[in-house]
């Protein structure tokens, strides 16, 4: 299992679009993975967790993967949010 | 016209019924909730393959966020919890579980003002409406003939209520002209909408609808009930007569004045007796797609069009190839979030043909093939250019070559005309008219463009204004000097006033509902061309709206009133 923090960069925070992309990628891994924010643990498959999240712009997300390919999981996802998501 | 009790229809108010099951069905449940998301999903990729096709990628990617929520992994954990653990029946606890995220995520859908939130209440609907046996949860069930008030209603909805026996239609958004108000009409159900407050039908037993007076009355008095059934018996007694014997349309002093008919289904087609008509002049074809929620192939056009022209039985059918705009693609898509999607605003008529020109092919050659039946006509809708008219002529040309390669039959001299609803193309109507064989003035989306009104208020005031009559004027005299055909098919025709109007500015072919028939027939038999034309300039002097209804008005009550 491996976790790493991240800063959510995009100009509205972790909203439906980058949401969508970042699900996309979670959603490619055989590892489970997960999102850390305020307290809450959420599976960062899901969509709709994802956005009951609500991460604001510039907050510090873990983002946490158990499983076989969790390396290559935590390395891509923190890539991607480092690019914004591919978005902005 | 129509009286009765009402069926307030809350749209999003399922109503899922609260039952427990027995741990032996659980499995039954779990499997149905399967079925229903993979038919959900099938749905949804079809309008994304729609959207991909005939839109564009942005569009086509809001849909991948709906999927993804009709998928998600978290519901399907916490809906199967509930369904294992507590026995409840799947679509309570899919809709207990949804509701949860909706309200949840009220707010932060809603706070990215710029951005495409994902529709919930679709994702919702869809689901529960696979669940449920025949769209139960989700479709408005009447357990006895009433009057359905809600705050929108759709096609479907619409079809569905119709086969009920609806007495009437209601609603807070709508519009005369939207697809509801042209189905309704077709259905002949009287619809009314832009009221404000529809609460305050709700249980109401005594409803009295009035269409033409624009008005419905709660708690009708004893006075006004026996009013309503006079009425209705007066209606009922007048149709049966003019029935019989119509024959030719002339105004009292001989001149023949064409009385078309506008259409969008084949079942309305059917209701049409030939030997008491004299032709379609105007055939919404995009309603095919919006009866079948998708754009049908050419073989499937064919056959729908051929049985027009055949119905008609030698009578002349203008069909008019497809009208899709924001609101005619969004209710074929019948997705809310296009609802609030400017996008669309510009995007209609031939011009989104001419960018999905496949789309025209298709049609005009399904159209050219049954023009070997019978009669047809063929024009294009909301042209604002020569450019679009010059285009669509030269695809109707290569399809026309087509067809002669693989030496299928065809009309070789179908007229084609265009709609004039622009005020574009007024401006350069002289050289279009070198282009065309016809025109029609749609006066519905006319007034909309020259005045600057909204699709969704009432039309009637508008009808009457003197910039609206000048435009058709200018189309009546170019049409006369390039001696090309001209008529009239929007709403205004159907509205004796009005229609004063149009044949005091030379208005001489006019295509109207069904329903009008008999009481426009009827009042051209009374009428004094000659009397009516020095109307026009009145008419042309006028300063506005008002102005003109008074006019018309002051003829009408001199002239037509009793007898005559």
């Known amino acids: ?88 | 016209m129509t009286m009765g009790p009402v069926h307030y229809f809350e749209r999003d108010k399922f109503q899922v019924p609260q039952d427990y099951i027995r741990p032996d069905e659980v499995d039954e449940h779990l499997q149905r909730y399967e079925n229903a998301i993979r038919h959900a999903l099938k749905e949804l990729e079809q309008i994304r393959d729609l959207l991909l096709d005939h839109l564009d990628e942005d569009h086509a990617k809001i849909i991948d966020a709906q999927l993804m929520a009709l998928n998600d992994s978290e519901v399907k954990k916490e809906v199967t919890g509930i369904v294992k653990k507590e026995l409840k029946n799947v679509s309570w606890a899919y809709f207990d579980v949804m509701t949860k995220y909706e309200t949840v995520l009220e707010k932060t859908l809603h706070s990215y003002l710029q951005e495409r939130y994902i529709d919930l209440k679709d994702v919702k609907k869809r689901i529960l409406h696979h669940l449920s046996a025949k769209g139960d949860y989700t479709l408005p069930q009447f357990k006895e003939p009433a009057i359905y008030v809600s705050t929108r209603i759709t096609p479907s909805e619409l079809i569905h209520i119709n086969q009920q026996n609806v007495l009437g239609v209601i609603t807070q958004i709508g519009g005369y002209d939207s697809h509801a108000g042209i189905l309704a009409r077709s259905f002949q159900i009287p619809y009314l909408s832009n009221i404000a407050d529809i609460r305050q039908f709700i249980g109401h037993e005594n409803v009295i609808l009035d269409v033409d007076g624009e008005s419905a009355i709660i708690d009708a008095s004893e006075e006004e009930i026996r009013g309503y059934r006079e009425k209705a018996r007066i209606f009922a007694g007048s149709r049966r007569r003019s029935m019989k014997s119509l024959g030719e349309s002339k105004t009292k002093d001989g001149i023949p004045i064409q009385i078309l008919l506008n259409t969008s289904f084949v079942s309305e087609v059917t209701a049409i007796d030939p030997s008491e008509q004299q032709g379609i002049g105007l055939y919404r074809t995009e309603f095919l797609c919006i009866e079948k929620n998708c754009i049908p192939d050419e073989d499937e056009q064919f056959v729908a069009y051929t049985r027009v022209v055949r119905m008609m039985n030698n009578l002349p059918v203008t069909f008019r190839t497809f009208d899709f705009g924001r609101d005619k693609l969004v209710e074929m898509l019948d997705l809310d979030m296009f609802h609030k999607d400017d996008f669309f605003q510009d995007f209609g008529g031939i011009r989104f043909c001419l960018e999905n020109p496949e789309l025209l092919r298709t049609q005009l050659k399904a159209l050219l093939r049954a023009s070997a039946y019978g009669p047809i006509q063929i024009m294009f809708p909301m042209v604002f250019s020569l450019e679009e008219v010059l285009k669509s002529k030269e695809i109707l040309r290569q399809v026309a070559e087509k067809l002669d390669e693989e030496d299928i039959v065809y009309d070789h001299h179908i007229p084609i005309g265009i709609m004039i609803e622009t005020e574009e193309v007024l401006g350069d109507l002289e050289n279009v008219a070198n282009e065309v064989d016809f025109f029609s003035v749609g006066t519905n989306d006319l007034s909309l463009f020259l005045l600057g009104t909204s699709r969704e208020t009432s039309f009637a005031r508008n009808d009457y204004h003197p910039l609206l009559y000048g435009a058709i004027e200018k189309a009546v005299r170019t049409a006369r000097q390039r001696e090309i055909g001209i008529s009239v098919c929007g709403e205004m025709a159907s509205d004796p006033l009005a229609l004063l109007g149009l044949l005091a500015v030379g208005i001489r072919v006019v295509s109207i509902n069904p329903s009008a028939y008999q009481k426009v027939f009827e009042m051209i038999q009374k009428i004094d061309l000659n009397a009516v034309e020095p109307l026009a300039e009145e008419i042309r002097e006028a300063e506005s709206a008002f102005q003109v209804y008074q006019v018309l008005k002051k003829f009408h009550t001199e002239n037509l009133r009793d007898g005559g």
Request: hydrophobic residues 45%; proline residues 3%; glycine residues 6%.
């Open chain 1, 1 to 88: 299992m491996l976790q790493i923090p991240v800063k959510i960069l995009n100009k509205h925070g972790l909203h439906t679009r980058p949401a969508t992309v970042f699900v996309t990628k979670a959603s490619q891994y055989k590892a489970e993975i997960f999102v850390h924010y305020n307290g809450i643990r959420i599976n960062a498959k899901s969509i709709l967790g994802l956005l009951i999240l609500a991460v604001e712009p510039g907050a510090e997300i873990v983002i946490e993967a158990d499983g076989e390919d969790e390396q290559q999981a935590i390395q891509e996802l923190r890539a991607l949010a480092e690019n914004k998501f591919n978005l902005e």
